[in-house]
């Protein structure tokens, strides 16, 4: 603030930042909705073009013509736009970091509307559906601060029930290793999985209790579709999973066909050594997320669709 | 050729089907997912609409009220028909629908529902919810609409909806659990093979 400015004069400046901010994720967030990020669609081209099963080759074609009359007629391309929930990695010197909780709701209350979104809320023991998309805690934010950064990068995702239902975490005993893990994903994408409207991208939590591996897995669904874990055993797990559960055959819809998930992603954090966590996260084929990235001067940049503009 | 059924459809009209075909649906489709099955079956209340030779869709679809107080069809895609799986035997009973639209395949009891009723049960493709919606021609009737927007049960005039693929028929064949053994019995080879490559603990 320049020695000039006046107290009321910083306030307007500071509502018109938040104001801005919130017409943008507002409309990132309805966009998300309508129109699947790059890498996505990329995949599911790949799929397609390689598909040879003839009902897996129809689905295939009804997802192509969707995708290009949601894209044509601006709507959201899954009625189940999810429940709304945003992973920000936020720099601790972000000058509006106090503000983004309430602009992230507003931003889910505006592209309910304008999108729209359809109202996915509902209150707990009340039983009510909110009509507004919101309750408590609801969009659900996820937090992680990043101590000399001043910009926050923001992970928009929708949980739609379908690609939610097959969620599942277990705490194994070391003497089940890895190949504890490697059972417990295939048993969940094979009970489960099958209904969550594959092509799946697979995400892994491999961590040291239920709810470390459970949100690992999630933030694993929020990395690109064909990037690696760094570590070089994590790395060889997720191509062994991928190519072994593209080998059951899932196809799209569970209906059989050449492949079964877009990829598996592992996220992993050290371990208690009596418990491996494990957890399963299944992103459907119509994986709606968006990263943009927002930068201490408001000005962003956006990550995952190249075709957003605000 | 393409194999289009009318509402109300009728027990021949469904017989010749199998697993595996692909059919169309032209007639009334009727939005009716877990709380309206929930509110039949377990607390006896009377649906407020007649599914007598009808099709219904486990679908909460996006509408939008227009001005003039009708409503729009944004978007409209299936959901995971296995929650139903606890009242649809008797929801067919009951109500004598014909066509149950979801996605997914369901289970053991609604498969007997299907058989001892002459009715199936068939697959939209999941997603694929502007397509679907292209495929309504008009909302005629929203009922229970204290239940939000996804779990209303909104009437839909529907014209070549589809496509549909039979997961149940009427004799019985139920395609997503025939998939499923498939995939159960190539677990155990595929994991023994990638297991002795993960032996990270030693």
Request: aromatic share 6%; glycine share 10%.
């Amino acid at each position: 603030m320049s020695a000039a400015a006046s107290i009321p004069e910083a306030a307007a400046s500071l509502d018109r930042d938040v104001a801005r901010l919130t017409d943008l994720l507002s409309k990132f967030t309805a966009y998300i909705g309508k129109r699947l990020p790059a890498d996505v669609s990329h995949k599911l081209g790949e799929l397609r073009s390689q598909e040879v099963n003839f009902l897996a080759k129809e689905v295939y074609e009804s997802m192509r013509q969707n995708q290009e009359a949601a894209d044509r007629l601006d709507r959201p391309s899954c009625q189940d736009t999810g429940v709304i929930q945003y992973f920000l990695t936020a720099g601790a010197k972000f000058p509006l970091l106090g503000e983004l909780e309430q602009i992230l709701r507003d931003a889910t209350l505006n592209a309910t509307k304008d999108g729209p979104l359809r109202h996915n809320a509902v209150e707990t023991f009340e039983e009510k559906n909110t009509g507004t998309n919101t309750g408590s805690r609801i969009p659900w934010l996820d937090w992680e601060i990043v101590p000399g950064d001043d910009g926050v990068t923001i992970d928009v995702y929708m949980a739609g029930g379908g690609c939610t239902l097959p969620g599942a975490a277990k705490v194994l005993m070391p003497g089940q290793g890895y190949e504890g893990v490697a059972e417990f994903v295939f048993d969940v994408i094979t009970s489960r999985g099958v209904n969550a409207c594959p092509p799946l991208l697979v995400g892994v939590g491999v961590s040291t209790s239920a709810e470390t591996a459970a949100r690992l897995s999630k933030k694993a669904i929020l990395r690109p579709v064909g990037s690696h874990h760094p570590n070089e055993k994590a790395a060889l797990m997720e191509e062994l999973l991928a190519e072994g559960l593209n080998e059951l055959g899932l196809g799209p819809q569970g209906l059989t066909g050449n492949a079964s998930v877009m990829g598996v992603n592992i996220e992993s954090s050290a371990r208690h050594p009596s418990t491996i966590g494990v957890a399963v996260s299944t992103g459907c084929w119509a994986h709606r997320r968006g990263r943009i990235r927002i930068n201490a001067d408001l000005s962003h940049e956006v990550i995952s669709h190249p075709g957003f503009h605000a | 050729m393409k194999k289009t059924l009318t509402t109300p459809i009728k027990d021949e009209d469904l017989e010749s089907l199998e697993a595996g075909d692909v059919v169309y649906l032209t007639g009334t489709l009727v939005t009716c997912r877990d709380v309206a099955h929930r509110r039949l079956i377990e607390l006896g209340r009377e649906l407020p609409v007649d599914l007598k030779g009808g099709a219904i869709f486990h679908a909460g679809p996006i509408v939008r009220e227009k001005p003039d107080g009708n409503y729009e069809m944004v978007s409209i895609g299936p959901t995971t028909s296995m929650r139903m799986e606890k009242f649809e035997k008797d929801f067919i009973r009951r109500t004598g629908v014909k066509l149950i639209v979801g996605k997914g395949g369901m289970g053991a009891e609604t498969q007997e529902g299907c058989v001892e009723n002459k009715a199936v049960h068939a697959i939209f493709p999941g997603g694929c919810a502007v397509l679907a919606a292209t495929k309504v021609e008009k909302i005629e009737g929203a009922e229970w609409k204290d239940l939000g927007m996804p779990e209303t049960l909104w009437v839909n005039k529907v014209k070549d909806f589809g496509p549909l693929i039979i997961s149940i028929d009427t004799k019985g064949r139920n395609l997503i659990e025939e998939n499923k053994a498939v995939f159960n019995a190539k677990k155990k080879p595929i994991l023994e093979r990638i297991n002795a490559r993960i032996r990270f603990i030693k």
